[in-house]
């Protein structure tokens, strides 16, 4: 059974940090590549950051470059997102995605399992 647990959320005020984590059981991890999306209120659910299962390619969406990175630890089977310099604009649900091949890009129909969601609120 494949498992995609999301922690890390919590409220955060503007400018603040987050550490998102991803565990993942129930697969080959270091064959997998993995993403972050998320889903503001009303909202579609929109790509966050990627990363290749070897953890050497990674890729941003425009919104968050230069404040979020992406990174994966495959002895632990585990997919983080550190969140910096947090705006109001990035409050939603994040989830945790991975993908049953060694690359993915930003197209959330790509992804096959995903994780419940953690929520990040950040106040202004």
């Known amino acids: 059974q494949v498992q995609l647990v999301e922690s890390g959320g919590g409220l955060v005020q503007t400018g603040g940090s987050l550490r998102l984590s991803c565990a993942v059981s129930?697969?080959?991890?270091?064959?997998?590549?993995m993403a972050w999306f998320r889903e503001a209120p009303g909202k579609e659910r929109v790509f966050v950051a990627s990363?290749?299962?070897?953890?050497?390619?990674?890729n941003y969406a425009d919104s968050v470059k230069g404040r979020f990175t992406i990174s994966r630890d495959n002895t632990k089977n585990s997919v983080y997102l550190q969140m910096n310099s947090l705006k109001p604009e990035d409050t939603a649900v994040y989830y945790c995605a991975a993908k049953l091949y060694h690359s993915g890009t930003h197209y959330l129909d790509e992804y096959d399992y995903w994780g419940q969601g953690t929520q990040v609120t950040v106040s202004s």
């Open positions: 129930g697969l080959t991890f270091t064959n997998n590549a």
């Open positions: 990363i290749t299962a070897s953890g050497t390619s990674t």
